[in-house]
């Protein structure tokens, strides 16, 4: 059973900067991504990386301001996330799954996510 577990989140001004960690176990599966959920809308991905390939995806709405890393020997993936927005607010979730390649943004029902850490970016 793969577990993930978040922190870093908080509140922020807008213009502001947030870097979120993921820590998993025992291991990923083809990747790490990190998805997002806001009150009464759907989970959507954010941004996403391969764990053979190292290739890197984003949603278009972050590109340029959130990048994704990880650190093989600590297990852990991170977002740091620049230039947030009062839309960038929801509950951030870490997640791994079965990726095909250029497919690990999708919100699939198979995939394991962890508890999520509040992200509130105000105006």
């Known amino acids: 059973q793969v577990q993930l577990v978040e922190s870093g989140g908080g509140s922020v001004q807008a213009g502001g900067s947030l870097r979120l960690s993921c820590m998993f176990s025992?291991?990923?599966?083809?990747?790490m991504g990190w998805f997002r959920q806001a009150p009464g809308k759907e989970r959507e991905g954010v941004g996403c990386i391969y764990s053979g390939s190292g290739n890197t995806y984003y949603a278009d709405s972050v590109k340029g301001r959130f990048t994704i890393t990880r650190d093989n020997s600590k297990n852990t993936v991170y977002l740091q996330m620049n230039s947030l927005k009062p839309e960038d607010t929801a509950m951030y979730y870490c997640a791994t799954g079965w990726w095909s390649a250029g497919q690990c943004l999708i919100n699939y029902q198979n995939n394991y996510y962890g508890q999520g850490t509040q992200v509130t970016v105000s105006s």
């Open positions: 025992p291991s990923e599966l083809k990747g």
